[in-house]
């Protein structure tokens, strides 16, 4: 009896653990998906990964084993890798479509293709399937939308009901289920380890307060939703590549908003719509799919609102991208948990309600694309034929842009006009227009008609006039402005030479002399301070020029890099060796010289040749610091110097020993007024250091009197020449909000001849603002290095008070104390990783700070 009893008790117990689990997938699958029929031999994700979603956050790597696993359990899916985050980690896309589909998936994705280009016939779209991208988390801390693309991953794979089945024949579905892998394993990790059991919904509790820089961001602390257009970071690159191998008829970007919110679907806010999208994406399509929305959300009794927020103005978001190629690009944001229950104004939200509402509107997308179809795919073509016509209507029919000095900054520009896919041409003559001059093998030339003409439009035209004054973001994107390259329209006909292709742009320099004297190298190329470090790095001793000269029949500018063997500890051969190797690596031109005798300007023995220092840097970092501005410097140094900086955090910085370093860099922030602190860090600087500030740090320094400048405020005689007028409260919002400068673009003078604007070809210089920092110019002329223009608005919004105060206002100050500088921006240079225009002159900030001798002056001293 006992082993049948044994026998029995196993198979009872096989029998319960079966009625669970199933029981457990029904209670789950009733919630997310009440009414559906699935696929018994197919996981569920609590089945999978051992816990309900919604009740624990999964980490990234289980997401891609739940995604790969699907890919073995149907022949809906296929899984495909298109590169790796900073840290490693695998970004993946999940195509699922009917097998037979799948089956020939490159036909499929070759003749939607054609769509976008109108010199091929149209083809037949009655039969073409409708390509739909889903995507969430693009900020690591958003993390419902990820779970919900689990969900719709199930869903996909293991619906049998008819209407999937038909989904599947008329559309591929290509889901990218976290876009910001190492922002969200950041955040996953904070609240799994502070989950409590019952969870805290208390909005004070650790769980929903993530420390310092939070996992809203990516590895080095970017705001990847803005990188679409700019496409500065690795993982924005692997996926526009995958993005313009389909070019999507639908894209989705599903966001979280503050937990008191409820649900935003689009339309968008009135009056902030892209002018140069078709109205009939903001008008026609995003309407029709709105009412799949609204029906999905009161289908569950769930709160929304649309209308109200968001704009569509900048180019670069995952929801706007879209809509300059032809798609639909739809955003979706969910009030957030932050964790797994948290008390809001409308109730205790837990992370589970957070998914359906992400969910169902994804399903509703999915829905409203098959629905729309034919449509969809006629609109692609229609965009692309409109865009190349359009352009033949305007007056501007070409842009030049070039930069005879700088190589690098030409073709960095040119690498990303050719990732939006936009036509570039080699000249096939030297162009004159607009008072400028181009060479033949130094500039490019973009035509305007091609059917990126609109992404042509984004990247030079020049807009200062909106029909709204309140941005979401910044109001001027222009980034022939930002690479800080000479450019002109041309208007009249033109000839171009061939057409650039992007495995053509990596040319090498001409290999190097030998010299047993020196060698000197223009600073004019943006990586020349690339090869000035890693020339540091080896050894090698390096002076810059503070004069011009002419020597072996070469002209060299200010700030000149010269390598004098007579000054070296290694061997002629040695330095040769370090010097052909950087001229390789970092793609520029040495110049090997056989004398020291200059025939104009000084000679190479001259005192105004100084020897550089390397930069032993320490960037502050931590809470209160501006994480996005402290990661552009992190970023700008190690994909464009290959250089290190030592980050410490601010509460530390007080009990550091600072003469280990030779450069601070303090970011915005909000600093304490600690005297100790203060004190410490001017005796610092008074013994040689130099400081470098941005924005608010330069705000901080000033009032605590580190820098003896200036900031410029608003007058009396201001303040009165200001109406005042009542307003009513509803309007308080919006006219106190246009007041803030949320990113527009001026013209500054830069004073070339001081080692901040060593390199740069021109005075004249565009400034990218996103802040209300003003500086006075400096009582002592030369310290300002920078000065913005009396009527500097170049591109984007600004309020008359503001642009009032920015006109004649100083852009970067030098100021003295003791045997060192600070050195005071009033903007921020490395702006989102693009301003390559002025981020070389944070860069000479932090590489010829220490060749900054401030003078003094007795001014009471009689001649």
């Not at 313009?244 to 503050?258: A, F, L």
């Not at 920015?806 to 050195?823: F, P």
Request: aromatic residues 12%; contains cysteine.
């Amino acid at each position: 009896m006992r082993p049948r009893f044994t026998h029995f008790f196993k198979i009872a117990l096989l029998f319960l653990a079966i009625v669970v689990v199933g029981f457990e997938s029904y209670s789950q699958n009733n919630y997310y998906f009440p009414g559906k029929k699935f696929n018994a031999a197919i996981k569920t994700p609590e089945q999978f990964f051992g816990f309900p979603i919604g009740s624990h956050q999964a980490r990234y790597d289980m997401i891609v084993n739940y995604m790969t696993y699907l890919t073995t359990a149907t022949q809906r899916a296929k899984i495909q890798t298109i590169g790796y985050t900073n840290e490693m980690r695998p970004q993946i896309y999940v195509a699922f479509s009917a097998k037979s589909n799948l089956s020939k998936l490159e036909n499929i994705q070759r003749d939607h293709l054609t769509l976008t280009d109108p010199t091929k016939p149209m083809p037949d779209v009655t039969s073409m399937p409708v390509v739909v991208q889903l995507g969430a988390n693009v900020h690591g801390n958003e993390t419902s939308g990820g779970e919900a693309m689990i969900l719709t991953a199930y869903y996909l794979a293991a619906c049998e009901d008819a209407d999937l089945k038909k989904l599947m024949d008329e559309a591929v579905v290509l889901i990218e289920p976290v876009l910001n892998p190492d922002g969200r394993d950041r955040f996953v990790n904070w609240v799994n380890v502070h989950r409590a059991e019952p969870p805290s919904a208390d909005p004070a509790d650790r769980e929903h307060n993530e420390v310092w820089p939070g996992g809203r961001m990516n590895h080095y602390w970017f705001d990847p939703n803005r990188d679409w257009y700019l496409n500065v970071h690795v993982e924005s690159q692997n996926r526009l590549k995958m993005y313009h191998s389909w070019y999507p008829n639908v894209v989705t970007d599903h966001h979280e908003m503050g937990t008191n919110s409820t649900f935003f679907f689009e339309p968008s806010k009135e009056n902030a719509e892209n002018p140069l999208v078709p109205t009939y994406v903001y008008k026609t399509l995003n309407t029709k799919f709105a009412k799949y929305f609204e029906s999905a959300m009161n289908d569950i009794g769930a709160l929304y609102y649309t209308k109200e927020s968001f704009d569509n103005l900048y180019p670069g978001y995952g929801s706007s991208y879209p809509d300059m190629q032809g798609g639909l690009g739809l955003l979706f944001e969910q009030g957030s948990a932050r964790g797994h229950v948290q008390e809001s104004q409308n109730g205790v939200l837990t992370f589970a309600f957070t998914i359906r509402n992400q969910l169902v509107n994804a399903l509703a997308t999915l829905k409203a694309s098959q629905d729309n179809r034919t449509e969809l795919l006629k609109f692609q073509r229609e965009f692309f034929s409109t865009a190349v016509n359009d352009a033949l209507k305007k007056p501007v029919k070409a842009y030049v842009i070039g930069d005879a000095s700088d190589a690098t900054r030409v073709r960095e520009f040119t690498r990303l006009m050719l990732q939006h896919k936009i036509e570039c041409y080699e000249l096939d003559a030297p162009v004159s227009a607009d008072g400028l001059n181009f060479e033949k093998g130094q500039a490019l030339l973009i035509p305007t008609s091609q059917p990126q003409y609109r992404m042509v439009q984004s990247i030079f035209e020049r807009p200062t006039k909106f029909a709204d004054s309140i941005f979401y973001d910044a109001s001027a994107w222009n980034l022939a402005l930002s690479f800080g390259l000479p450019h002109a329209e041309l208007k009249t006909a033109f000839t171009k030479g061939s057409i650039i292709k992007a495995e053509t742009l990596d040319g090498k320099q001409p290999a190097v002399q030998k010299s047993d004297y020196a060698y000197a190298l223009n600073y004019s190329d943006y990586n020349a301070t690339k090869a000035l470090y890693q020339l540091q790095k080896a050894g090698v001793a390096v002076k810059v020029s503070s004069k011009p000269f002419k020597t072996n029949n070469r002209q060299f500018g200010y700030g000149t890099l010269v390598i004098p063997l007579q000054i070296q500890t290694l061997t002629s051969d040695s330095v040769f060796s370090v010097v052909r190797k950087i001229s390789q690596d970092a793609n520029v031109g040495f110049v090997g010289l056989s004398t020291g005798f200059a025939q104009n300007g000084v000679d190479l023995g001259s005192n105004f040749i100084q020897k550089t220092t390397k930069p032993e840097a320490l960037l502050v970092v931590g809470q209160g610091v501006s994480a996005y501005e402290a990661g552009e410097v992190w970023h700008l140094l190690d994909t464009k110097v290959g250089m290190p900086i030592t980050k410490v955090e601010l509460p530390n910085l007080a009990r550091l020993n600072l003469n280990r370093y030779n450069t601070l860099v303090m970011v915005s922030g909000q600093y304490p007024n600690d005297a100790a602190l203060v004190t410490k860090i001017k005796n610092w600087v008074a013994n040689g250091g130099t400081l470098i500030t941005l924005k608010t740090a330069s705000e901080w320094a000033i009032k605590n009197g580190l820098a003896k400048e200036k900031l410029r405020t608003a007058t009396k005689a201001d303040s009165l020449s200001i109406k005042k007028t009542r307003i009513n409260f509803e309007d308080a919002i919006a006219t106190e909000g246009a007041k803030n400068t949320g990113g527009s673009i001026y013209e500054a003078d830069l004073d070339t001849t001081h080692p901040l604007g060593y390199g740069y070809s021109t005075r004249k210089i565009a400034l990218y603002r996103n802040n209300n920092t003003f500086l006075e110019p400096s009582g002592v002329g030369f310290n300002t290095v920078v000065q913005y223009a009396d009527k500097p608005l170049l591109n984007g919004y600004v309020h008359p008070q503001s642009l009032k105060k920015i006109a004649g206002s100083a852009g970067i100050l030098v100021a003295g104390e003791g045997n060192g500088r600070i050195i005071l921006f009033a903007d921020n240079p490395n702006f989102r990783g693009i301003w390559y225009g002025t981020n070389k002159l944070f860069l000479n900030a932090l590489f010829f700070g220490q060749n900054i001798i401030v003078p003094t002056f007795n001014t009471n001293e009689e001649k």
